[in-house]
């Protein structure tokens, strides 16, 4: 087990992915959870819609953008809770995972409510 800082980001969208090659080269260890492997590249995902493009064309895997630093790694997993006191991340299978630096990125949703 190494002694660098362990970094967890959970997120593989713009945000995740540019926090993880931010500091891809730095001294620490870094985990990426996301609940789908792949990074979904929104902005085109109109050219699915229109049949122009395959939806394989705007999803990359994760583990490939990643391959081939070391200190990434790449976990497919819902994350369903974070422990802060504990410093630990939550998967939904049970599963804990410690962290000394955490990164949220899990974007937004929308609320289709109403407004009163
Ligand atoms: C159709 C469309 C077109 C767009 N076009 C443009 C554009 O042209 N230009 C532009 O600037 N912006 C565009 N946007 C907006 C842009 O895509 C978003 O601003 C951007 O994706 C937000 O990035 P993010 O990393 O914050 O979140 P997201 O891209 O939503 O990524 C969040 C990631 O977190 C993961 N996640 C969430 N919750 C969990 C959990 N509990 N456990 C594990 N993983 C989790 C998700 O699977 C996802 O991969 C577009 C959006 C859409 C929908």
């Not at 995902?45 to 705007?58: C, F, N, T």
């Amino acid at each position: 087990m190494s002694n660098q800082p362990h970094i967890i980001v959970i997120g593989g969208g713009f945000g995740g992915l540019n926090v993880v090659k931010a500091l891809q080269d730095a001294p620490v260890q870094i985990t990426l959870i996301d609940r789908h492997n792949y990074h979904l590249f929104r902005p085109l995902l109109y050219q699915v819609a229109m049949a122009g493009l395959s939806p394989a064309d705007i999803a990359s895997p994760l583990r490939v953008i990643f391959k081939r630093h070391q200190n990434v790694r790449t976990i497919l997993g819902d994350v369903t809770d974070i422990d802060a006191e504990q410093r630990q991340v939550i998967l939904a299978t049970g599963e804990r995972l410690t962290y000394d630096k955490l990164v949220v990125a899990t974007g937004a949703v929308y609320d289709m409510k109403q407004p009163s």
